[in-house]
């Protein structure tokens, strides 16, 4: 069964706007990590950034934030400002102790000049 | 360089062709794993292993096998290829375990007729 949902398919923007792509898990588990990775056109698979269950604390890092909420189940992400190269399939993913990673079937972001 | 390799980066084969997708990495990690990757559906994992002569199923092992005899390789075996494992296959490593950064190889573009 499928642990992480990203309801968001494609999204397609114009440069300058901002970008948030959804990501909601669900688990068990008191503790577990959560990713997002990015896969740019060329197709390699690049981290962007991990989370452990006990920090909800929210980042910001240049451009990019993320926003964890234990609540809801959710860790959305944004690109503020959006790029051109920012376009890329962005995958959230899902670590609960059971040694397997379970990825969402992933956001196609499309920034336009 | 600090990486994961696989080989061959492309591949046509034939149904019941049996074949070996090698993955090495350079950086001493324990944990390694095999993803597929499918439109719609994200990564799923395959296989991972823990540490040498240590391996366990993920979510869709069916039709595939692995080894760990060293520590550095983890090499997936297609006895029997069948059209349903035509996909675009990825091998990652970690320090330890899933919840560490996952370092992603290029990929292996896999096809079978």
């Known amino acids: 069964a499928q642990k992480v949902t990203q309801a968001q398919t494609e999204i397609s923007v114009v440069e300058k706007e901002d970008v948030t792509l959804d990501c909601v898990y669900e688990t068990r588990d008191t503790t577990y990590y959560l990713f997002w990775y990015k896969q740019p056109p060329s197709g390699e698979l690049v981290f962007l950034i991990r989370r452990n269950s006990f920090d909800e604390q929210n980042e910001i890092s240049g451009r990019y934030s993320w926003n964890f909420q234990k609540s809801t189940s959710s860790f959305n992400f944004t690109i503020t400002a959006s790029q051109v190269v920012d376009s890329a399939v962005y995958f959230c993913a899902l670590d609960n102790n059971d040694y397997k990673l379970s990825f969402g079937a992933g956001t196609t972001v499309t920034v336009r000049a | 360089e600090a990486q994961v390799t696989q080989n061959p980066r492309y591949l046509i084969t034939v149904t019941g062709k049996k074949l070996t997708v090698t993955c090495s990495q350079n950086?001493?990690?324990?944990?390694m794993s095999w993803y597929r990757q499918d439109p719609g559906l994200g990564l799923r994992q395959i296989y991972y292993?823990?540490?040498?002569?240590?391996?366990d199923k993920g979510d869709v092992p069916e039709g595939y096998k692995v080894s760990r005899k060293e520590k550095r390789n983890f090499p997936l075996i297609l006895e029997s290829p069948s059209p349903n494992q035509t996909s675009l296959y990825f091998c990652a490593s970690s320090l330890r375990g899933v919840h560490d950064v996952q370092y992603f190889g290029p990929g292996t573009r896999l096809t079978v007729t």
């Open positions: 292993s823990m540490n040498v002569e240590v391996t």
């Open positions: 950086m001493n990690h324990e944990y």
